[in-house]
């Protein structure tokens, strides 16, 4: 990563805009980003009324710059409508995450027709199609973000959702966004009655490089918050490792009884500027702390995919 420091959201919730209620409701929910969805959660006869949802929701949403709208695939008439919708909205989101995507032209695409419109914002893309695979790397320098797409890439690769069989995938990514300073953001978790599946998942991802994680539903803010928002102590053993290494005048230092060197000192300052920047924008006071979900995180009336 170079350069400033991007603020990457750690925390996606995703709703569908089926209802005025439900998706003002869930702005209320400890997510750094609260997505509106027009995309597959919306049944075909419902995408007009949902464009009015989400218009609506957008227009009473408390940070519009933490807020995201999920548009259908480009090259479909909805997708057309999703785009003049944005464009007309008096209130803009902070980000657009993008389906089915094959290439980064159409990545280009998407932000070229936006920016017509005065509408600039951060482009997430949604990995969940072989072709977007084998050109993750373009993608990845022509997006903001990336998102893994599991039920369709499993899908289209005729597999179950599993670790292993996208973990490739997942690399891949990982691979790309470190080259491009992109952001990387997980699959959400389908099965809600296993939380041991969700934690592993975090723990797993967190070790290939990934910042963040979708999900359907609020029960599951506070962990994925508790584990991939920066941590304070974190933060803290970063700051003292480049300041060792600084002190070895940029050489081999011992920090606690281990060896740090320029690699960690870079890795330190990458930790620090991010935390730094999440903190500025989605920190709320810096607390970091996963409030906002009640002691059984339920919502009522949330989709419980």
Not at 56 to 83: F, Q, S, Y
Not at 121 to 129: A, D, F, M, N
Request: proline residues 6%; contains cysteine; charged residues 25%.
């Amino acid at each position: 990563m170079t350069g400033t420091a991007r603020a990457i959201p750690r925390s996606i919730l995703y709703t569908p805009a089926l209802s005025l209620d439900r998706v003002v409701g869930a702005w209320s929910y400890d997510a750094d980003v609260h997505l509106v969805d027009l995309e597959d959660a919306v049944p075909p006869p419902e995408k007009a009324a949902a464009r009015r949802v989400c218009r609506a929701a957008l227009e009473k949403a408390p940070e519009p710059a933490n807020a995201a709208v999920r548009v259908n695939e480009l090259g479909t008439i909805e997708a057309v409508h999703d785009i003049v919708m944005l464009a007309e909205c008096p209130v803009k989101p902070g980000f657009i995450v993008m389906t089915m995507v094959k290439s980064a032209v159409e990545v280009a695409l998407m932000r070229d027709t936006l920016a017509s419109a005065g509408v600039r914002p951060q482009i997430y893309v949604t990995v969940e199609t072989p072709a977007a695979v084998a050109d993750v790397d373009a993608i990845a320098a022509a997006a903001d973000g990336l998102i893994l797409g599991s039920a369709d890439l499993a899908a289209a690769l005729g597999i179950e959702i599993s670790w292993a069989g996208l973990l490739a995938a997942r690399q891949t990514m990982a691979l790309a966004g470190a080259r491009h300073g992109t952001a990387l953001i997980d699959t959400a978790n389908f099965r809600l009655a296993e939380p041991e599946t969700l934690a592993e998942e975090i723990d797993r991802v967190r070790e290939l490089g990934f910042h963040g994680k979708v999900t359907v539903h609020p029960s599951e803010l506070a962990a994925i918050n508790r584990a991939l928002r920066p941590d304070p102590a974190g933060l803290r053993q970063a700051r003292r490792v480049t300041e060792a290494v600084r002190a070895a005048d940029g050489g081999i230092a011992v920090l606690d009884g281990n060896m740090v060197g320029p690699p960690f000192a870079r890795m330190a300052r990458a930790t620090v500027a991010r935390g730094d920047a999440w903190a500025e924008r989605f920190g709320r006071g810096g607390t970091g702390d996963a409030g906002g979900v009640g002691d059984d995180g339920e919502e009522a009336g949330h989709d419980r995919r």
